[in-house]
C-alpha cells in the first residue's frame, strides 16, 4: 500500500538588526532583511534577532513505512504520511 509523506525544507537563517527603539521598528527592521523564499519563525526581542526558514513543500509516494526514514532528501524533513 503506498504512502504520500509531505515535506519542507529545513534551511533556517539568522538575522541580526541594530538596536530599535520599539517592536514594531524591530519587526520592520528584521522583515525588510528577510531574503525571497523565507518565512519568519522566531524573533528574539532582547537580542535583535530573528531566524528564517525557508518556504516550501514537497511531497514524495513511498509503498512501505519502510522507507520513512530514508525519504526525505537531504535539507528536508518529513511532515506527515497519509495513504495513498
Do not use: N
Not at 523565507?38 to 528574539?44: K, P, Q, S, Y
Not at 513505512?65 to 497519509?82: F, H, K, N, Y
Request: charged share 25%; glycine share 6%.
Amino acid at each position: 500500500m503506498p504512502y504520500i509523506v509531505a515535506l519542507r525544507p529545513t534551511e533556517t537563517i539568522d538575522i541580526q538588526v541594530d538596536d530599535t527603539g520599539s517592536l514594531d521598528e524591530l519587526f520592520a527592521a528584521v522583515t525588510a532583511r528577510i531574503p525571497v523564499g523565507f518565512e519568519l519563525v522566531d524573533i528574539h526581542v532582547t537580542q535583535h534577532k530573528a531566524v528564517a526558514r525557508r518556504v516550501g513543500y514537497d511531497e514524495v509516494t513511498i509503498e512501505s513505512r519502510d522507507e520513512l526514514e530514508t525519504c526525505a532528501p537531504e535539507g528536508w524533513q518529513a511532515l506527515s504520511v497519509r495513504l495513498g
